[in-house]
Structures are given as C-alpha cells and as structure tokens.
C-alpha cells in the first residue's frame, strides 16, 4: 500500500522527485514529465491518471522552472520592429499590445533599427525562447536572399508550433496585413494636383526599402498619368535626418511628397531654418499620420493608415491558428492641413 506523505519530502526530509513519482506509477520518467511539468504532448488518460496519483500520494508538487521548460513561454508574444524612436511603429506596437493584454499576455519588444540581419537574429531567439506568436512590423527589403533567410527561420519557428503575422510586405509565406502604400500615394498625388499643383519633389528614401519605393512609384505613376512633369526623386534614410537632409535637393517643386511622416518634419524644420515658408513658398506633405503631428506647425498633409487597427488585426491573425491569411490593400486617407497651399 503506497504512503502518502505531505509537501515535496519523505519521512526524514528526502526530497520527493519527478523519478520518485516515475517509479511509484510504473510509467517511464518521460512519461511523468509529460503528465506533470505541462508539455504539449499528449498521454493517455489512465497512464495521466497513474501518475497524477502517484504524485499525490508521493505529495510530490510540479517543479515551477521545468514547468516553464516544457511548455516554453506559452503566455509570451514577441514585437520585432525596425524603429522604436518612429511614431509609425510605435502606434503599430500599441494597438498589437492592447490586443496580447485583452489575451493576458506579455510582450516582448525589440528593435531592428533597420538591419535585417537583426531581424532574423530576433526571430532565432525567439524561436529559442518557444514564445507563443511573432509579429513582424516593417517593411521588407529588396534583397531575395534576405527575404528567403527570413522566410526559412519563420518557417522553422511555425514547424514547432509558433505563430507568426507581419505588417508590411506579403513575402513572408505568414499572416500580414498589407498597407495599400501605392493607392494612398497616388490619390494624395491626385489630390494635390488638384489644387493646382504641377512642379513636385519626391524625398523618396531609400531605394531597396519595398514601403517607400512602392510609395514613391505610387505618387510618380499617378503625377505621370496626369500628364504633368515627372517629379523630381531625391533618396535618403527613411527619418527626419533624411528628409531634412533630402529637401535640400528639391529644386523648383512647389509641392515636396515625404514617403513618410518623420521624413516630412524633417523637410519642415530644414525649410524653417533656410526661411523658406511652409506653405507659403512650398507645400509639404507626408504618409501614415502620426500622433505626433497634432503638435506640427504648419499642421501636416499626409495619408492616415489606421496603424493601431493594423497592430491589433496582425497580431489577432497570429493567435487565432489556421492557415496564414493576407489582409490586403488596407485604405490610407488622405488628410489636408495647413502644409499644402492651393494654387491659383
């Protein structure tokens, strides 16, 4: 007849442990780990419930750390995105964060600052760490290699039973929610023409960079099938010191597009400094409507993503399991303000 005895100890203060437990059940000591540290892995329901009793009756209590082991960070989600600093991605974290708090979850965040190879690294961590679900928040770059380097160590991640959305780019093979970057900077190029505009400039970021170069292309196809001079394309680093730096390189344009929001602050505070008046001398306008811009003075033009919608939606594709899907082709607005000025 088994003893029971009280707390993690036999008579004499032996410590009961997971062989003891093992022993008593007649079961293997794979099988008593499964049963009670918390792995996935399936037992039978009278192997589960021999051991179960055994540890009751043993007073054995599951081991808090090998708990964790076996079942990975199940209640963890993990943020990858390329700047913390831009208020782009930092809308894009919130609305995911509010959503893993909905699930009772915790977030880990990291920051790329623009390096893919930090990205995979982050991934493999991850993976490591045996998190419940990854987003991915950024754009993805022109380099196929990069990409499919990606695409394997995400791929590797979900074989062992993670889960995996992206915001940007559908490259991945995961769930994503996709920006319609070229249809919200063709209505905004459309929309500025028609308040008269004919001479504009482009600070276009960088080339390989797949968010600004599908804007840049977006606002140029539609300038060019309006029948109006090409604008003039200016690259740089995808911030507020490459759009500081870039709008002083617009020659004659009337109206400067920034591919993002950060870019055009900078552009503004470069004009400001050179006393070129905005919108006076040159209008200016941005993309994605950030929070920031509320305090902007002149207040800013651009095209507003719904950038928390988009974090939150991602990351609820992530937990809710089944094959991957894409949300594509996600509306931009375009926002006038007091940066662009209509012509006569």
């Known amino acids: 007849m088994p003893v029971r005895h009280t707390g993690n100890r036999f008579p004499g203060g032996l410590v009961v442990t997971l062989e003891d437990v093992a022993k008593q059940a007649g079961v293997s000591l794979a099988t008593a780990s499964r049963v009670l540290n918390g792995s996935t892995r399936q037992v039978g329901a009278a192997l589960r419930a021999r051991v179960e009793r055994a540890a009751d009756e043993l007073g054995y209590r599951a081991n808090i750390a090998a708990q964790t082991l076996a079942r990975g960070a199940?209640?963890?989600?993990?943020?990858?995105?390329?700047?913390?600093?831009?208020?782009?991605?930092?809308?894009?974290?919130?609305?995911?964060?509010?959503?893993?708090?909905?699930?009772?979850?915790?977030?880990?965040?990291?920051?790329?600052?623009?390096?893919?190879?930090?990205?995979?690294?982050?991934?493999?961590?991850?993976?490591?760490?045996?998190?419940?679900?990854?987003?991915?928040?950024?754009?993805?770059?022109?380099?196929?290699?990069?990409t499919a380097r990606l695409a394997a160590e995400l791929a590797a991640y979900q074989a062992s039973g993670g889960r995996v959305a992206c915001v940007g780019q559908d490259l991945l093979g995961v769930d994503t929610v996709a920006p319609a970057n070229r249809d919200g900077a063709a209505a905004l190029a459309r929309s500025l023409a028609g308040l008269g505009h004919t001479r504009f400039a482009v600070l276009a970021g960088p080339p390989h960079l797949m968010t600004a170069a599908d804007r840049c292309a977006g606002f140029v196809t539609a300038v060019r099938d309006l029948g109006l001079p090409a604008p003039r394309v200016v690259h740089g680093p995808f911030d507020r010191d490459g759009g500081y730096t870039a709008a002083q390189e617009t020659g004659d344009a009337t109206c400067v597009f920034a591919v993002n929001d950060v870019m055009a602050?900078?552009?503004?505070?470069?004009?400001?400094?050179?006393?070129i008046r905005v919108p006076d001398d040159v209008s200016v306008a941005g993309f994605d409507?950030?929070?920031?811009?509320?305090?902007?003075?002149?207040?800013?033009?651009?095209?507003?993503?719904?950038?928390?919608?988009?974090?939150?939606?991602?990351?609820?594709?992530?937990?809710?399991?089944?094959?991957s899907r894409v949300v594509e082709n996600v509306p931009g607005e375009v926002v006038l303000r007091e940066s662009v000025k209509p012509l006569p």
């Open 74 to 146: 199940g209640n963890v989600i993990g943020i990858v995105v390329h700047d913390l600093t831009d208020p782009y991605f930092a809308a894009l974290a919130d609305g995911a964060m509010r959503t893993a708090a909905g699930e009772r979850l915790l977030v880990m965040v990291g920051t790329t600052h623009r390096d893919p190879e930090q990205e995979i690294a982050y991934v493999a961590t991850l993976h490591a760490q045996r998190v419940r679900a990854v987003l991915l928040a950024g754009s993805r770059v022109a380099d196929e290699r990069v």
């Open 265 to 275: 602050v900078g552009a503004l505070a470069a004009y400001r400094e050179r006393g």
């Open 289 to 323: 409507d950030i929070v920031t811009l509320r305090d902007q003075v002149p207040s800013l033009t651009t095209v507003r993503l719904p950038l928390k919608d988009m974090g939150a939606r991602a990351l609820e594709l992530a937990l809710s399991g089944g094959d």
